[in-house]
């Protein structure tokens, strides 16, 4: 196969981000081989040019052969048809290469490509990542996806203050980190850390809030009423619980923003439910609003760190003359009150 020197304009790349996705993920497929690297700096190897040559002569040489499972799944995927309906218009597949720099260093300026390998079902994947900066809504709904897929992939350890379950979970976190940060934006790992730990940090040994079942990454985290484990000292069900914050969410979705509003809700209901359900409504509303915080830019964190260490600072057990001084400066604060 002979392979032209480039110029200028020879392999401008005229097809779709798409059609590009495809062939990087059709490529893998067949010749096992990662194209990322060599879109970039890399050269075309001598032995993955021979396969490439092999291939265009005689496919055969090198697929599995025809009748087994393997060759079936490449047919079955639409990789082996991708790759031989390329070569039918002309274009051998060195060439499709080089159109591809182009093509990825054009997308280097706005993004990057990653290739997102197989788990729990999905199949592995190129996908095409732009640059961005998310709001923290946007983080916050990143945080409770990956937050599910490892309470899956720990096989249901609570997320609490145990020394086991924080072995587990830190070690998982830290093993995926590099993934990650490939998956959804650099940074991500310190931001999900931070907010774990603040999650982790509002849940008691005995309680947990997990995914609920059928719940999917769509669904809007953000104001998703978590499950609430029974235990025998609780003498709530989970349906007053919800039924609870349901009221108080009802015209105002609990964040950082309306924590006025939420507040003065909280308090306002008290007297409506037992000590139990406002107590585990209270640590919901501390927990969520805690997951926020640790999204925050390093600047609104200190900004906003007078209203954190209050709200964090008030617990139940204390005394009621102390508890009632607590919640005056909390009031005071909160509805800017001298």
């Given at each position: 196969m002979k392979i032209l020197k480039k110029k200028k304009g020879l392999y401008a790349y005229s097809g779709t981000?798409?059609?590009?996705?495809?062939f990087l993920t059709a490529f893998k497929q067949v010749f096992g081989v990662d194209?990322?690297?060599?879109?970039?700096?890399?050269?075309?190897?001598?032995?993955?040019?021979?396969?490439?040559?092999?291939?265009?002569?005689?496919?055969?040489?090198?697929l599995p052969e025809v009748g087994t499972n393997n060759r079936q799944e490449l047919i079955d995927s639409g990789a082996l048809g991708l790759l031989f309906d390329?070569?039918?218009?002309?274009?051998?597949?060195?060439?499709?290469?080089?159109?591809?720099?182009?093509?990825?260093?054009?997308?280097?300026?706005t993004g990057k490509v990653v290739f997102i390998p197989?788990?729990?079902?999905?199949?592995?994947?190129?996908?095409?990542?732009?640059n961005k900066t998310y709001t923290p809504a946007q983080k916050l709904a990143m945080f409770n996806k990956e937050f599910e897929t490892n309470f899956l992939q720990l096989g249901g350890i609570k997320a609490n203050k145990s020394a086991a379950s924080i072995e587990a979970w830190e070690s998982l976190i830290n093993r995926n980190a590099e993934e990650n940060e490939k998956i959804y934006y650099k940074g991500f790992y310190n931001d999900y850390m931070a907010w774990y730990k603040a999650k982790r940090s509002t849940v008691s040994i005995g309680a947990v809030t997990k995914p609920t079942d059928g719940q999917t990454a769509n669904e809007n985290p953000e104001n998703t009423t978590p499950t609430v484990e029974q235990s025998e000292?609780?003498?709530?069900?989970?349906?007053?619980?919800?039924?609870?914050?349901?009221?108080?969410?009802?015209?105002?979705?609990?964040?950082?923003?309306?924590?006025?509003?939420w507040y003065k809700n909280l308090l306002e209901k008290k007297k409506e439910v037992s000590i139990e359900v406002y107590n585990w409504a209270y640590g919901y509303w501390l927990n969520k609003l805690n997951a926020e915080y640790a999204t925050f830019a390093p600047l609104k964190k200190e900004t906003e760190k007078e209203k954190y260490?209050?709200?964090?600072?008030?617990?139940?057990?204390?005394?009621?003359?102390?508890?009632?001084?607590?919640?005056?400066?909390i009031i005071s604060l909160i509805f800017n009150k001298k």
């Open positions: 981000d798409g059609e590009a996705i495809q194209l990322l690297p060599y879109l970039g700096d890399k050269p075309i190897s001598a032995n993955l040019a021979t396969s490439l040559r092999t291939f265009e002569e005689n496919a055969d040489d090198i390329i070569q039918n218009k002309g274009t051998s597949l060195v060439n499709y290469i080089y159109e591809l720099k182009n093509w990825n260093s054009n997308k280097l300026t197989a788990s729990f079902g999905s199949p592995a994947k190129y996908i095409y990542m732009a000292n609780m003498d709530f069900t989970e349906t007053e619980a919800r039924a609870f914050l349901q009221e108080i969410e009802k015209y105002s979705p609990l964040g950082w923003d309306n924590l006025q509003y260490d209050l709200i964090n600072g008030y617990k139940f057990a204390k005394t009621k003359n102390k508890k009632r001084g607590v919640l005056a400066a």
